[in-house]
């Protein structure tokens, strides 16, 4: 039976995730990988699509890989601000969700904070934010974005989600990006694992993420 793995990728980033998922797929030969973008790039300058849209990406995205291989085994691999937009999507008809990194709480003001202390950045919630990148891009993010973000409890929406689809939190515990988390209203069937690293998994982490995985879908 044919094995497919769809990836849902955070935010600002391109479909790779900065190659967490290249990293996760090559050590999944065996099945077939999916990847795609939320956002539009042009001239070096990303946009930032808001989270209804992309949650309507990935449910097409779900739909076209169920209808062109409808006795497939279909699980989904999101990262950080991807498990949200994933869980929102509420996909039916797939095996499992993997969601690493989660969020537990959107705080917009936390998010602004962070970007404000980038050289250059320019924050306007009410306009076009506008955040410098390291490798010279820039990452343009609408006021529509911003008002996607209200009203969101991600633990609400995993709660959710594992009602029809088995679910597991791969939590990071020294996330720089979105701090601490400890999930404590989450409904007791969600499988959570706890692994010693960065928002990213980089470094030694990487691999100990990896095995996680293929743990969970092999």
């Known amino acids: 039976m044919k094995h497919i793995v769809v990836y849902s990728h955070g935010f600002g980033v391109d479909s790779t995730d900065r190659g967490l998922f290249t990293d996760i797929a090559a050590a999944l030969p065996e099945a077939e990988h999916s990847m795609f973008d939320y956002n539009q790039l042009s001239g070096g300058t990303l946009t930032v699509s808001p989270l209804d849209q992309q949650a309507h990406r990935v449910g097409d995205k779900l739909t076209a890989t169920k209808s062109k291989y409808p006795h497939g085994t279909i699980d989904l691999i999101c990262h950080?601000?991807?498990?949200?937009?994933?869980?929102?999507?509420?996909?039916?008809?797939?095996?499992?969700?993997?969601?690493?990194?989660?969020?537990?709480?959107?705080?917009?003001?936390?998010?602004?904070?962070?970007?404000?202390?980038?050289?250059?950045?320019?924050?306007?919630?009410?306009?076009?934010?506008?955040?410098?990148?390291?490798?010279?891009?820039?990452?343009?993010?609408?006021?529509?974005?911003?008002?996607?973000?209200?009203?969101?409890?991600?633990?609400?929406?995993?709660?959710?989600?594992?009602?029809?689809?088995?679910?597991?939190?791969?939590?990071?515990?020294?996330?720089?990006?979105?701090?601490?988390?400890?999930?404590?209203?989450?409904?007791?069937?969600i499988e959570v694992i706890r692994i010693t690293a960065d928002h990213d998994f980089n470094g030694k982490s990487r691999q100990e993420l990896i095995a996680a995985i293929k743990i969970i879908l092999l």
């Open 80 to 189: 950080s601000q991807g498990c949200i937009v994933a869980a929102m999507a509420r996909p039916m008809g797939i095996r499992r969700v993997i969601c690493i990194a989660p969020l537990e709480v959107v705080d917009v003001q936390r998010m602004l904070q962070r970007f404000s202390t980038r050289p250059g950045a320019k924050i306007d919630p009410n306009g076009m934010t506008t955040l410098p990148r390291r490798d010279g891009s820039t990452t343009s993010v609408p006021t529509e974005y911003w008002r996607s973000l209200r009203n969101i409890s991600p633990v609400s929406l995993y709660n959710a989600l594992a009602a029809h689809v088995s679910l597991t939190l791969i939590t990071a515990s020294q996330d720089e990006v979105i701090g601490a988390t400890n999930f404590r209203k989450l409904d007791p069937s």
